[in-house]
């Protein structure tokens, strides 16, 4: 009876007592709905918008449900991969599972959406099990097929192409699908994405505290627009003097040096991404030590490809500086010669030296993308 109890109280919606509206910070919201449950099956929760703004994620349109709503941690999940795919004007997919990428990927010369799917769902196809996708772009028929092929918790895109809808309703055909969940959303180009934006204040982030205290910050954004802002690393030393980097990156490590950032702002601190082809190849996530984040991607890498794909020319992201020359030499042993990384380091001449003896293109940021969510 315990047993059937709790599978109950997990399938349906842990309504707790929200109300209809509230104000925070001198800000009106109105609620949404309740959700099926927050982070755990016995949190209750409910998720609010702002009155009178749009907002591509508040105003989404559930176009299909599955047997129970939607919980806190799928709207997160939608929200860090339209985060990701927003700053894409080529296809882009990321794939999300607990609030981190198992992977993301734009798409290439020569390919379709399928493949820019299929490379976000097999940069990790096992993280990728009972994942929530987003698109920037519409979904097509193949696509839809593609991903009825495996377990799918959510999918959101700003539209679907006729017939679409149809094959994520065939639950005789999909039978592990069936209780998918399509979701619509709204004009993604209005999320703010670089520092500056004149609506970064929509975007204001909240953080409460054990006792219920409150942290407002500003949104995590980016000064880096495009490739232009992408610059090889430079720094002085009283031991070294003036150093920078003697390595360029290719044209086609510098795009993917700027999606491999882009993705990045979108992973649990300390995390690094590796990204080769427009296809994340592994995503080190949420560790406490920098080459430790490295030595994790790596090792994933290593898990999970059984030899199919190299990691040899790739390039790395990552969302802080390197205190040691130590995470670049073990980037480089696996065959990786791009990286970004803010400066910041009191050793960053060193590991700008150790980098040229490599043979490691490095590029400086312009800032540190740390997320703690």
């Not at 925070?24 to 309740?34: L, Q, R, T």
């Not at 991903?147 to 799918?152: G, K, L, N, R, S």
């Amino acid at each position: 009876m315990a047993q059937e109890l709790n599978r109950n109280t997990y399938l349906s919606k842990n309504v707790g007592d929200f109300p209809a509206e509230t104000v925070i910070c001198g800000k009106k919201y109105v609620k949404v709905e309740d959700l099926r449950y927050g982070t755990n099956p016995h949190q209750p929760a409910a998720y609010y918008k702002p009155v009178d703004q749009l907002c591509p994620i508040g105003d989404m349109k559930i176009l299909k449900n599955g047997k129970s709503g939607l919980s806190q941690t799928n709207l997160e999940d939608i929200s860090y991969a339209l985060n990701i795919v927003k700053f894409s004007k080529a296809a882009a997919c990321a794939v999300m599972k607990h609030v981190n990428p198992s992977g993301a990927a734009v798409i290439r010369p020569g390919e379709t959406l399928k493949d820019v799917y299929l490379k976000a769902r097999d940069a990790d196809a096992r993280a990728a099990f009972g994942s929530s996708i987003a698109f920037n772009v519409e979904v097509d028929q193949d696509t839809a097929e593609a991903i009825m092929a495996t377990f799918v918790e959510c999918v959101v895109a700003p539209s679907y192409a006729p017939g679409v809808l149809e094959i994520f309703n065939d639950g005789e055909k999909f039978k592990l699908n069936k209780h998918i969940r399509i979701i619509q959303c709204g004009d993604i180009s209005s999320l703010p994405k670089f520092v500056g934006d004149a609506n970064a204040a929509d975007a204001t982030t909240m953080k409460v505290l054990a006792d219920g205290s409150v942290v407002l910050a500003a949104p995590l954004l980016t000064n880096i627009r495009g490739l232009e802002d992408l610059k090889p690393a430079a720094a002085e030393s009283v031991k070294t003097g003036k150093v920078a980097a003697g390595v360029a990156a290719t044209a086609e490590q510098l795009n993917d040096m700027l999606f491999g950032w882009y993705v990045n702002i979108n992973v649990r601190s300390n995390g690094v991404v590796i990204v080769k082809n427009g296809q994340t190849l592994c995503v080190g996530t949420g560790e406490q030590d920098r080459v430790g984040a490295v030595e994790q991607a790596i090792e994933k890498f290593k898990q999970k490809y059984d030899g199919k794909e190299t990691i040899e020319g790739a390039v790395m992201s990552s969302d802080g500086f390197f205190p040691f020359p130590d995470g670049v030499e073990v980037a480089a042993a696996a065959g990786i010669k791009a990286i970004i990384a803010p400066a910041g380091s009191l050793k960053d001449a060193d590991v700008i030296l150790r980098a040229n003896e490599l043979g490691v293109a490095l590029y400086h940021a312009p800032e540190r993308i740390f997320s703690h969510h």
